[in-house]
Structure formats: C-alpha cells, structure tokens
C-alpha cells in the first residue's frame, strides 16, 4: 500500500526566511508520480508540481524548488525567501502508475501548515 | 480558477437526510475524482470515474454513491447523514491519459448537524 508522510505539521517563519517541508513516501510500484498542492487560507487546493520516479532532476521554477531523491524515497519542497502570500498548508501525495486497474487516485500526506510572519 | 466546478458551495442539513453534490470537470477532462477532507481523516480519495464508468474505489461508505453522466459532470449522493459526514468534498478532475495532474475545484463544505 502506498503511504506519505509530512513530519512537519506546522512550520513558522518571518517574511524572507527559506523554508524547506518534508514528504516521505512508501510504493512498492517501480513507477509513480508524486506531487505538491496548496491549500491557501480560503480552502482550495492548488496543483503546483507533478514528477515521475524516472525523472529524479530537481528543478527551481521562482521562489519554488524541489529536491527529488529516490535513495531515501524523499520528496522535499522549498520556498525560498517567503512571503505572506505562501502562507498555507502545502500537502505532498503520490500516485502510482495510471495504467493499474486501480486507476491514478491521489494518496495525501498529513500537510504542513506554512505560517509566513511580516 | 482550475475550470472544475462544484455546487454547492456550503451545505447545511441534520442527520438522517439526504444530500447530492455537483462537479463539472475540466472542459476536454475525461476523469473526475471525488475526495473527503475531515480534520480526523485528512483528505480521502472515494471514488474515481472515467469518461461515465467507475475507475476506482476508495474508503467510500456504503451510504454515499456517485456517478459520472453522459455531458461528463458527476455527481456524488449521501445518505443517511451523520455527524461524522461534515468535511469538505472535493471534486477533482484530469485528462488521465498523458497527463496525471488532477484539477481540484473549490469544494463543497458539508454541515452535518
């Protein structure tokens, strides 16, 4: 069965601080998709990366980068210098391959909640 | 805005009763997803249609049922309403083939009283 788990429930930081939230993920499927979506303050829920297991390049798109290391089955996001506007909960989930029987549903961690203080 | 609609937006009934949710997916999305956000549970996949044909099922209860009609919007029923049922549902929505992002709409938040 396939599991994510964000350690971090709450993080808190002052304006222009990096912050860096955890996801650790269990599959036993050799290939999978693992994502980050937010969920700003009037509750929806913001699609913001998709990776594959095969593509392990970690990337930076602005104030946004993600570290993707299959050895330890990691998943980290980060923010750099924040802003108010980032605050919110940020949930990492994985999807294991669409072509399974069992269709592509989304398994969600727990969710870090981002406080950014000005 | 994800172009996933759901309606409606806030939801207020007591226990026992009956209510139906409403998503329109995507325009040219295929699949649509129905998830349970509750503080005890998280966020809980129940079910999955694709293109009008149940895909996949999750920890879906016996009192709730959804289907996904020929224009490709979904619906999902609950029955039987307890307390337990308050969370926000979620409508979620995807191409499937290719692409495996899932579009979220804005929820629809359930009041059990």
């Known amino acids: 069965a396939q599991k994510v788990t964000q350690a971090q429930t709450e993080i808190s930081v002052v304006e222009k601080e990096d912050v860096t939230l955890d996801c650790v993920y269990e599959?036993?499927?050799?290939?999978?998709?693992l994502f980050w979506y937010k969920q700003p303050p009037s509750g929806e829920l913001v699609f913001l990366i998709r990776?594959?297991?095969?593509?392990?390049q970690n990337e930076i798109s602005g104030r946004y980068s993600w570290n993707f290391q299959k050895s330890t089955s990691s998943f980290n996001f980060t923010i750099t210098a924040s802003q108010v506007v980032d605050s919110a909960v940020y949930f990492c989930?994985?999807?294991?391959?669409?072509?399974?029987?069992?269709?592509?549903?989304?398994?969600f961690g727990g969710g870090t909640r981002v406080l950014v203080k000005p | 805005d994800s172009g996933v609609t759901q309606t409606p937006k806030h939801l207020i009934t007591a226990t026992g009763q009956r209510v139906t949710l409403r998503c329109s997916p995507r325009?040219?999305?295929?699949?649509v997803y129905w998830y349970q956000q509750s503080l005890d549970q998280g966020l809980q996949f129940l079910i999955q249609?694709?293109?009008?044909?149940?895909?996949a099922k999750g920890n879906i209860l016996e009192r709730f049922s959804a289907q996904q009609f020929p224009d490709l919007h979904s619906e999902l029923n609950l029955s039987s309403l307890e307390l337990g049922d308050s969370a926000l549902y979620f409508c979620?929505?995807?191409?499937?083939?290719?692409?495996?992002?899932?579009?979220f709409g804005p929820g629809t938040r359930l009041t059990v009283t």
């Open positions: 599959t036993r499927d050799t290939t999978y998709y």
């Open positions: 249609y694709y293109n009008g044909e149940e895909r």
């Open positions: 990776r594959n297991s095969f593509d392990e």
């Open positions: 979620a929505s995807s191409v499937e083939v290719g692409t495996y992002e899932q579009y």
């Open positions: 989930a994985l999807s294991e391959s669409p072509y399974k029987a069992a269709g592509n549903k989304l398994t």
């Open positions: 325009s040219g999305d295929l699949s």
